[in-house]
């Protein structure tokens, strides 16, 4: 079935929310990738406030995912998906228009607090319209995603020619076009939380040990996916001695989920069982780092800068767990989106999204930091040891979901 098919054969309320995707990921990586330059360089801001403003916008979202999601549930995830679209494009114009420090931050904080109403909504939504096709669902959400995140930066880059400010009012302007569409044209959904309160919803989901534990589980998912931001690019940068070579990891890692999710997904959700998928996922997201740290052992950081070709062979070790991480998260994360959707009953979807997102972001996070560590120790002398930490991650993850499974703790398997 081709892309189009099969995204319209899906309820409207689905394809609305897939084409919103797409435009929230082009709207936030149009800007957010060249945010730093301008607050280092244009703003003149020190390195020192650079990162509160990065860290503040990262906090406001991963730390409120789980009020985000609760929101979702006692007050419509369709409320909560138009809210942190509005905020968004108010925290985008802030960024054009704001020149000091203070104002920046209002903007991270609204900007972050945007994500946190719309990430965990925006897949209960989808998680009650799609019924009996969350799987197929979620891949479509995947992918709609990753070509945002293609174009964005891309469409970023030639705003950039302009001005940052061009490209914060572009960005601003495309979250304003979406909140009001989805104002017009987004299905109102039943509110199937009514009488369950916000503490009862929270006692609820923390009190679900089943859930907990695939949290747990496949949080690892999250915190490898999280290194194609830190240890991939730093070991391409080793390798290469060029930031440019950074680019080509996004490139394959995109373009491979662009051609292959839908077909992976739809070739195992009949074959494999969830569990099993989630595991063989996690596995090779892990496994695939085996291949640079092998690299990274066999072949020290070039003693000046390497040329072209010997550069691209250097370079090949990590654009194979690049391509091996894009593999691992196709064959997953739809499977996982899917269960945790299935432990969402009584109308908590998003709550259970929540909580999901906020635990994994915290794994996310203490993952970076042990690595980043790593990679400090490891420069010169072990660098192998971040790659070798994260099969460790993988090898983890794989195993606790792959117990889950063979005692059947995983709701909603088929």
């Keep these: 079935?081709?892309?189009?098919?099969?995204?319209?054969?899906?309820?409207?309320?689905?394809?609305?929310l897939l084409v919103n995707t797409l435009g929230v990921s082009v709207g936030f990586y149009l800007l957010i990738p060249f945010l730093t330059a301008h607050l280092s360089g244009g703003l003149g801001m020190s390195a020192t406030l650079v990162g509160v403003v990065l860290g503040v916008r990262t906090l406001s979202q991963q730390g409120l995912y789980?009020?985000?999601?609760?929101?979702?549930?006692?007050?419509?995830?369709?409320?909560?998906?138009?809210?942190?679209?509005?905020?968004?494009?108010?925290?985008?114009?802030?960024?054009?228009?704001?020149?000091?420090?203070?104002?920046?931050?209002?903007?991270?904080?609204?900007?972050?607090?945007?994500?946190?109403?719309?990430?965990?909504?925006?897949?209960?939504?989808?998680?009650?319209?799609?019924?009996?096709?969350?799987?197929?669902?979620?891949?479509?959400?995947?992918?709609?995603?990753?070509?945002?995140?293609?174009?964005?930066?891309?469409?970023?880059?030639?705003?950039?020619?302009?001005?940052?400010?061009?490209?914060?009012?572009?960005?601003?302007?495309?979250?304003?076009?979406?909140t009001v569409w989805q104002v017009v044209v987004l299905p109102v959904q039943r509110v199937r939380a009514v009488g369950t309160s916000v503490w009862a919803g929270w006692r609820e989901v923390f009190a679900d040990r089943r859930f907990l534990a695939f949290t747990a589980a496949a949080s690892g998912?999250?915190?490898?996916?999280?290194?194609?931001?830190?240890?991939?690019?730093?070991?391409?940068?080793?390798?290469?001695?060029?930031?440019?070579?950074?680019?080509?990891?996004?490139?394959?890692?995109?373009?491979?989920?662009?051609?292959?999710?839908?077909?992976?997904?739809?070739?195992?959700?009949?074959?494999?069982?969830?569990?099993?998928?989630?595991?063989?996922?996690?596995?090779?997201?892990?496994?695939?780092?085996?291949?640079m740290a092998l690299g990274a052992a066999l072949t020290p950081s070039p003693g000046a800068p390497a040329s072209?070709?010997?550069?691209?062979?250097?370079?090949?070790?990590?654009?194979?767990?690049?391509?091996?991480?894009?593999?691992?998260?196709?064959?997953?994360?739809?499977f996982v989106y899917e269960l945790v959707s299935g432990f969402g009953r009584n109308g908590l979807e998003g709550t259970y999204f929540g909580v999901f997102y906020l635990a994994s972001g915290i794994a996310a996070a203490l993952a970076n930091a042990v690595l980043g560590w790593a990679a400090g120790v490891a420069d010169g002398r072990l660098p192998w040891l971040p790659a070798a930490l994260c099969v460790l991650i993988g090898a983890v993850g794989a195993t606790a979901t792959l117990v889950l499974h063979r005692r059947g703790i995983l709701r909603g398997e088929s």
């Design 1 to 16: 079935m081709s892309l189009w098919r099969l995204t319209r054969s899906f309820p409207v309320a689905v394809q609305v």
């Design 66 to 178: 789980l009020l985000g999601g609760s929101v979702s549930d006692r007050w419509g995830a369709r409320g909560a998906i138009i809210a942190g679209c509005a905020l968004r494009t108010v925290g985008f114009g802030l960024f054009a228009l704001g020149d000091t420090f203070a104002v920046v931050l209002v903007a991270a904080i609204l900007t972050g607090v945007a994500g946190a109403l719309f990430g965990p909504a925006a897949r209960a939504y989808i998680a009650v319209e799609a019924a009996g096709r969350r799987a197929e669902a979620f891949a479509l959400f995947t992918l709609f995603s990753n070509a945002g995140a293609l174009a964005g930066p891309l469409l970023g880059s030639v705003l950039l020619l302009v001005g940052f400010q061009v490209s914060a009012v572009a960005a601003a302007a495309i979250f304003a076009v979406l």
């Design 221 to 291: 998912m999250f915190a490898l996916e999280s290194q194609l931001y830190l240890v991939l690019p730093w070991e391409a940068q080793r390798q290469t001695g060029s930031p440019s070579s950074i680019a080509v990891l996004f490139l394959v890692s995109t373009v491979l989920t662009l051609a292959f999710q839908i077909r992976v997904t739809t070739a195992l959700q009949h074959r494999w069982s969830r569990g099993w998928s989630i595991a063989v996922g996690i596995a090779l997201l892990g496994g695939g780092f085996g291949v």
């Design 308 to 334: 072209p070709w010997e550069a691209a062979w250097r370079l090949a070790p990590v654009l194979v767990t690049t391509a091996l991480l894009a593999a691992g998260l196709m064959i997953a994360k739809p």
